[in-house]
């Protein structure tokens, strides 16, 4: 399995950062697995944000603090996940990694992960 | 709030020597859904070890982990020099919250 990042690396205060992971090797909507976004930065270390995964349907799981403005979506067509954070402050600059998880249910370690996105909240 | 205490924060070793690293979670871990991952710099994490002490795909035997409850342990049985880096504890009973220890740094003395 590899997971390949995509998005831009400069982000506005304000405004809504986007990134892709195009994943090769398994299938998004595989039911022992999961499609996770992380990020890392000095003052937080690593912090999971959320996850979709499809167990019959789709589900979603989101970090309480980001839980307002975080939207994770799979899209089967193109085989990739994808993250939306909504007004973006200088405190989201951090590394963004997405993630596989291969899952004892839904109990899932991180198994795959992307190379990582530097992503910067300035103007 | 869970939370996942690692350590010790740095410990310093030479080529060869054993590292047991420490970590300890502040509420029990169900079903040891517990992951230690390395780290080098400029680097994504990798998965050594989950469900408390399998091995991921392709992760040396030296590489091992114990425990269960709320004490784990991640155990290097000789330190090669592609070792040195940062090792991470996670758990992922937890959802929507899968807590990652803030890491221990394994340096060459």
């Known amino acids: 399995v590899q997971l390949q990042q995509s998005g831009p690396g400069l982000v506005k205060p304000s405004q809504t950062l986007s990134l892709t992971c195009a994943i090769s090797g398994d299938s998004v909507s595989s039911n022992s697995a999961s499609w996770n976004w992380l990020r890392q930065s000095p003052s937080r270390g690593l912090e999971w944000l959320g996850r979709?995964?499809?167990?019959?349907?789709?589900?979603?799981d989101y970090r309480e603090s980001v839980k307002s403005r975080i939207s994770i979506k799979p899209d089967t067509t193109k085989n990739h996940f994808s993250l939306q954070l909504d007004s973006v402050t200088p405190e989201d600059t951090a590394v963004y990694y997405c993630?596989?998880?291969?899952?004892?249910?839904?109990?899932?370690?991180?198994?795959?992960w992307g190379q990582g996105t530097l992503v910067t909240v300035s103007s | 709030e869970i939370v996942l205490t690692q350590s010790p924060g740095t410990l310093s070793l030479s080529p060869g020597e054993r590292a047991t690293l420490s970590c300890r979670a502040s509420?029990?871990?169900?079903?040891?859904?517990l992951a230690w991952y390395q780290q080098k710099p400029g680097q994504a994490p990798r998965l050594l070890i989950y469900?408390?002490?399998s091995r991921a795909t392709g992760i040396p035997v030296r590489f091992s982990g114990s425990g269960s409850g709320t004490d784990f342990t991640l155990t290097i049985s000789r330190l090669e020099p592609e070792d040195f880096a940062m090792y991470y504890c996670q758990r992922y009973d937890s959802s929507p919250l899968y807590a990652f220890g803030q890491g221990t740094k394994v340096e060459i003395k």
């Open positions: 469900g408390a002490s």
């Open positions: 993630a596989g998880g291969e899952c004892d249910n839904v109990a899932c370690s991180l198994n795959h």
């Open positions: 509420q029990s871990v169900s079903l040891n859904y």
């Open positions: 979709t995964y499809y167990r019959s349907k789709w589900n979603n």
